[in-house]
């Protein structure tokens, strides 16, 4: 079993930045790939951004096309987390985020295909 815990949420004004974070923590996996996944009032869960690695490197990153430019996903292996930097922060960016992990090292682009889920961190852009 996994767990995983998000954090870095909270209320910035349109332009702004904030970094969320992904702990795992549990039975871990030498290779595999995560994701980072939003979902704003109304609307379905949406992929934002995902990664995935071998035991060495990063092997490959993958964005949706509302927030490539403005994010980046990394990981820190030592510490089982995985980020995401969001840049120049707009209001139809405020949901709720959720990391989720894929045991197959497959980037979990559908919901679907991701095996565990952290509880969500809210955003709130402001205008």
């Known amino acids: 079993q996994v767990q995983l815990v998000e954090s870095g949420g909270g209320s910035v004004q349109a332009g702004g930045s904030l970094r969320l974070s992904c702990a795992a923590s549990?039975?871990?996996?030498?290779?595999?790939?995560m994701a980072w996944f939003r979902q704003a009032p109304g609307k379905e869960l949406e992929f934002v951004a995902g990664?995935?690695?071998?035991?060495?490197?990063?092997?490959?990153?993958y964005y949706a096309d509302s927030v490539q430019g403005r994010t980046t996903i990394s990981r820190d292996s030592a510490k089982k987390t995985v980020y995401l930097q969001m840049n120049n922060l707009k209001p139809e960016d405020t949901a709720v985020y959720y990391c989720?992990?894929?045991?197959?090292?497959?980037?979990?682009?559908?919901?679907?295909?991701?095996?565990?889920w952290g509880q969500g961190t809210q955003v709130t852009v402001s205008s």
């Open positions: 989720a992990l894929n045991s197959r090292q497959v980037i979990p682009t559908r919901s679907s295909w991701a095996d565990f």
């Open positions: 549990g039975q871990t996996f030498s290779t595999y790939a």
């Open positions: 990664l995935k690695w071998s035991a060495w490197s990063v092997v490959n990153t």
